[in-house]
C-alpha cells in the first residue's frame, strides 16, 4: 500500500503543491488576543472551516492548511495578521513534517494541534478498488497519525498543549457499506486514546470527537462512493444511497454549534478524552455499547474455560 512509501501521495485531485511560502506572522499576540495559537488541517469547508472561522473571530491565531489556496481566499483577506495558510497533503509525511516544524519555529509556540482533514468512502467492501482503500487509509489513518508524531516532540518541549483528533461516532459504531472510512476511525481512536496515555505526563491533553451527521460538504462534496456490483443490489451495504439522498432531509448536526463545543473543550482540564456532538450520535453510540458489553458478559464462562485452573 502507498502507506509503506517514503512519501505518501493522495491522489484524490491536481494540487497547488505541498507547502505554501510561510506568511509573516508575529510570534505574539496583539492586544486583546486570548493569546491561543491553532494549527488545523483541512479548514477549506466543514468542520475544520468553521472551527477556524470562530477561532479567528475571537482573535486567536490560526495556522490552517488547505489543498487549494482559493478555498479560504476570503479568511485570508479578513485577517491577515492572524491567519497563516499552508498548502498540504496530509498524506505526503515528509510535508507533514515540515509543516509542523517550521510552524513551530517561526510561530514560537502551538497550543492546540486539530487533526481534522479527511473524507467519507461509501461502498461494500469488495466493491471498493485498491487505489481507493489506500487513499482512506493514508488520509484519514495515517495522515492523522504523522501530523499528532510530528507535533509531540514540540508540544512536549514547549511543556504541553492540546490534540484534538476529529473522528466520527463512526469510530464506535459500524454500518454496512462503510467498512474502510470505519476501519480509518477505529484506528486513529485506538492509537489516540493510547498516545493520551503516553503524553499526558508530559502535559499534552488528547481529546477524540465523535461527531454525528451535520450539515456540512461531507455527503455531498467530500466524500467518495465506490462503483457498485449488481450482486449488491437491495444490500444493506447499499443503504447508504438513502443517506446521500437529500431528498431524505438534512443532517441535525449544526457545524457552528460543533465547533463552539470543539472550542470550550479545550478549556476543560484534564483533557476529555472523547466528545461525543450530537444527541442522534450519543444514542447511537450508548446502544451500541450496551449490546456490546451484553454480549461480552455472557461470554463470561466461555472466557474463564481457557484459564489454568487456580494453583496450576
Same mark, same amino acid.
Given at each position: 500500500?502507498?502507506?509503506?512509501?517514503?512519501?505518501?501521495?493522495?491522489? /484524490?485531485?491536481?494540487?497547488?503543491?505541498?507547502? @505554501?511560502?510561510?506568511?509573516?506572522?508575529?510570534?505574539?499576540?496583539?492586544?486583546?488576543?486570548?493569546?491561543?495559537?491553532?494549527?488545523?488541517?483541512?479548514?477549506?469547508?466543514?468542520?475544520?472551516?468553521?472551527?477556524?472561522?470562530?477561532?479567528?473571530?475571537?482573535?486567536?491565531?490560526?495556522?490552517?492548511?488547505?489543498?487549494?489556496? !482559493?478555498?479560504?481566499?476570503?479568511?485570508? +483577506?479578513?485577517?491577515?495578521?492572524?491567519?497563516?495558510? +499552508?498548502?498540504?497533503?496530509?498524506?505526503?509525511?515528509? &510535508?507533514?513534517?515540515?509543516?509542523?516544524?517550521?510552524?513551530?519555529? %517561526?510561530?514560537?509556540?502551538?497550543?492546540?494541534?486539530?487533526?481534522?482533514?479527511?473524507?467519507?468512502?461509501?461502498?461494500?467492501?469488495?466493491?471498493?478498488?485498491?487505489?481507493?482503500?489506500?487513499?482512506?487509509?493514508?488520509?484519514?489513518?495515517?495522515?492523522?497519525?504523522?501530523?499528532?508524531?510530528?507535533?509531540?516532540?514540540?508540544?512536549?518541549?514547549?511543556? /504541553?498543549?492540546?490534540?484534538?483528533?476529529?473522528? @466520527?461516532? *463512526?469510530?464506535?459504531?459500524?454500518? &454496512?457499506?462503510? @467498512?474502510?472510512?470505519?476501519?480509518?476511525?477505529?484506528?486513529?481512536?485506538?492509537?489516540?486514546?493510547?498516545?493520551?496515555?503516553?503524553? =499526558?505526563?508530559? /502535559?499534552?491533553?488528547?481529546?477524540?470527537?465523535?461527531?454525528? *451527521?451535520?450539515?456540512?460538504?461531507?455527503?455531498? /462534496? @467530500?466524500?467518495?462512493?465506490?462503483?457498485?456490483?449488481?450482486? !449488491? %443490489?437491495?444490500?444493506?451495504?447499499?443503504?447508504?444511497?438513502?443517506?446521500?439522498?437529500?431528498?431524505? *432531509?438534512?443532517?441535525?448536526?449544526?457545524? &457552528?454549534?460543533?465547533?463552539?463545543?470543539?472550542?470550550?473543550?479545550?478549556?476543560? %482540564?484534564? =483533557?476529555?478524552?472523547?466528545?461525543?456532538?450530537?444527541?442522534?450520535?450519543?444514542?447511537?453510540?450508548?446502544?451500541?455499547?450496551?449490546?456490546?458489553?451484553?454480549?461480552?458478559?455472557?461470554?463470561?464462562?466461555?472466557?474463564?474455560?481457557?484459564?489454568?485452573?487456580? *494453583? %496450576?
Amino acid at each position: 500500500m502507498a502507506g509503506s512509501k517514503g512519501a505518501r501521495r493522495n491522489d /484524490g485531485g491536481p494540487f497547488e503543491g505541498h507547502v @505554501s511560502s510561510p506568511a509573516v506572522m508575529e510570534p505574539e499576540p496583539a492586544e486583546g488576543l486570548t493569546g491561543r495559537t491553532w494549527l488545523i488541517t483541512g479548514v477549506s469547508s466543514g468542520l475544520g472551516r468553521e472551527l477556524a472561522t470562530q477561532l479567528l473571530k475571537r482573535g486567536d491565531r490560526v495556522v490552517g492548511t488547505v489543498r487549494r489556496r !482559493y478555498a479560504v481566499a476570503d479568511l485570508a +483577506e479578513r485577517h491577515p495578521d492572524t491567519l497563516r495558510v +499552508e498548502l498540504l497533503d496530509v498524506a505526503d509525511t515528509p &510535508a507533514v513534517r515540515l509543516v509542523v516544524d517550521r510552524s513551530f519555529a %517561526e510561530l514560537g509556540r502551538i497550543d492546540v494541534i486539530v487533526s481534522n482533514a479527511g473524507f467519507g468512502l461509501f461502498g461494500a467492501a469488495e466493491e471498493l478498488t485498491d487505489a481507493q482503500v489506500e487513499h482512506i487509509l493514508d488520509t484519514n489513518l495515517l495522515g492523522s497519525i504523522a501530523l499528532i508524531r510530528a507535533a509531540l516532540p514540540r508540544l512536549r518541549e514547549q511543556g /504541553g498543549g492540546r490534540i484534538v483528533q476529529i473522528s @466520527s461516532y *463512526g469510530g464506535q459504531v459500524a454500518f &454496512a457499506g462503510n @467498512s474502510l472510512y470505519h476501519a480509518s476511525k477505529w484506528g486513529i481512536e485506538a492509537f489516540c486514546e493510547s498516545v493520551a496515555q503516553e503524553v =499526558a505526563p508530559f /502535559g499534552i491533553g488528547v481529546t477524540i470527537v465523535e461527531p454525528g *451527521g451535520a450539515r456540512t460538504e461531507f455527503r455531498s /462534496g @467530500s466524500a467518495q462512493v465506490a462503483t457498485p456490483l449488481p450482486a !449488491y %443490489e437491495g444490500n444493506p451495504a447499499h443503504a447508504y444511497l438513502r443517506m446521500l439522498d437529500p431528498k431524505n *432531509g438534512l443532517a441535525p448536526g449544526d457545524p &457552528a454549534r460543533m465547533a463552539a463545543r470543539i472550542i470550550e473543550s479545550v478549556d476543560t %482540564e484534564p =483533557a476529555p478524552l472523547r466528545l461525543v456532538l450530537g444527541s442522534q450520535a450519543l444514542q447511537s453510540t450508548i446502544d451500541t455499547l450496551a449490546k456490546r458489553i451484553e454480549r461480552f458478559e455472557a461470554q463470561r464462562g466461555l472466557a474463564a474455560s481457557t484459564d489454568f485452573p487456580p *494453583g %496450576e
